[in-house]
């Protein structure tokens, strides 16, 4: 395992993929999210077979072992997308993100119930206090009876994004299993054609020609969403779930100045409160991952023969 790599990895797709979400929310109000999602997944497909063709792979990285499991995480990962692109039409970018950071957070313990990678008492308390910020966030939009102000597309929005948070985390896990037996390349690209074929069956569902602005804006999205998907792939084959999910964190920097700046959203002061604990999860959580790994390297040279 490199974990640096990984994290490495890890910050780029999360900058990418937020870059990606502020390029949808611009055209959430005209297009559906499910053909967005089939923008998304389409025009990621070039940039796979780019990066095949750089590689050298073109002919070998597209075979599988299992295409069930690929199927599998294409549906998770489907719903994930199509869920968090309803929710950026009704929230502002920042928010999304927030809630969105549900995700990393169930990625832990969902890595400790279903790959059996080792989570202790210290990492769980720290996610217990990141879904704790999660709460914070997420508690003026679900309060719609006792609260006259909250708007039901603000309640509807916050389900969306909290239920696709947790179909990106299931995804993330599918990734993890899938990396053990299978090349990165077919993660990739059979997740962007799992995801184009599964967004055509909302076809019925009135989806629109989009204005030549916002068909290159959609354009571009799939562009970079499939340059993020590599990223993000590649990193869990240098680290563990658990340990590059708190990088997500990252995300809010670049959310807040995009909404500010772009879409004049202001974030409230409870979204920073919330936003803030759950970064300190993460922070705290990287702190615990640096201290074992400078542990296990004082070990491992103890044990190395001398002269």
């Not at 966030?137 to 009876?145: F, G, K, N, S, V």
Request: glycine share 10%; proline share 5%.
């Amino acid at each position: 395992m490199q974990p640096v790599k990984g994290i490495a990895l890890k910050l780029c797709s999360v900058l990418l993929f937020i870059v990606m979400a502020s390029l949808i929310k611009a055209t959430a109000q005209h297009v559906p999210p499910g053909q967005a999602v089939f923008f998304r997944s389409l025009f990621a497909m070039p940039v796979i077979f780019t990066w095949l063709a750089l590689r050298g792979d073109l002919s070998t990285g597209l075979k599988v072992d299992s295409k069930l499991s690929h199927f599998w995480r294409g549906f998770v990962g489907t719903a994930a997308m199509g869920l968090g692109f309803a929710g950026l039409g009704l929230l502002p970018l920042p928010e999304v993100t927030a809630i969105g950071y549900a995700a990393p957070l169930l990625v832990v313990i969902f890595a400790a119930m279903f790959l059996g990678e080792p989570v202790g008492v210290f990492r769980l308390s720290t996610v217990a206090l990141g879904l704790v910020g999660v709460l914070i966030i997420l508690a003026p939009r679900l309060t719609l009876l006792t609260s006259e102000t909250v708007k039901t597309t603000e309640a509807v929005g916050a389900v969306l994004v909290l239920m696709g948070a947790v179909c990106a985390a299931l995804a993330q896990i599918y990734v993890r299993k899938l990396v053990q037996t299978e090349q990165t390349s077919a993660i990739v690209f059979y997740f962007s054609l799992t995801s184009t074929l599964l967004s055509l069956l909302t076809l019925p569902f009135g989806w629109v020609i989009p204005e030549a602005r916002e068909a290159g804006l959609l354009v571009l999205a799939g562009l970079l969403g499939g340059a993020g998907q590599i990223f993000l792939t590649s990193s869990y084959r240098f680290a563990g779930a658990s340990v590059v999910a708190p990088f997500d964190y990252a995300s809010m920097i670049f959310a807040l100045l995009i909404g500010y700046f772009i879409f004049a959203e202001v974030p409230t002061g409870r979204m920073l409160l919330g936003s803030a604990i759950v970064i300190a999860a993460g922070v705290l959580i990287i702190w615990r991952e640096s201290r074992l790994g400078l542990k296990r390297s004082k070990a491992r040279s103890g044990m190395t023969p001398q002269g």
